[in-house]
């Protein structure tokens, strides 16, 4: 199912499913798997979010990523079902604080 844009919204919600900090040893309730980001991502939109901010999480071990592999597969998965939803990609700072090191 594709869901439709919302033109007459007139709040922006920028929703963050991960974040660079939070880990399984924290919270339970962080999704680590490409699958589990885009699902958290897709309840999300249910309830009307505008705007995702992503951030990648390697699945081996739960840490954040800029791998393309995994950033890739989680906005292909949002893209398939939330065509319309503003997606904000993030390295963050954080863990790689020079774009080089990116991969």
């Known amino acids: 199912m594709v869901r439709k844009g919302r033109p007459n919204l007139k709040l922006i919600v920028n929703f963050t499913p991960t974040g660079m900090i939070p880990t399984k040893k924290m919270t339970p309730y962080v999704p680590i798997s490409v699958e589990d980001i ?9 309830i009307e979010i505008t705007m995702v901010h992503l951030h990648a999480r390697d699945e081996k071990t739960g840490e954040p990523t800029t791998k393309l592999m995994y950033m890739a597969g989680i906005i292909a998965g949002i893209r398939q079902y939330a065509p319309d939803l503003i997606i904000c990609v993030s390295l963050s700072g954080r863990t790689f604080n020079r774009f ?4």
């Open 38 to 46: 885009v699902e958290m991502c897709l309840r999300a939109v249910d």
């Open 100 to 103: 080089e090191k990116s991969s």
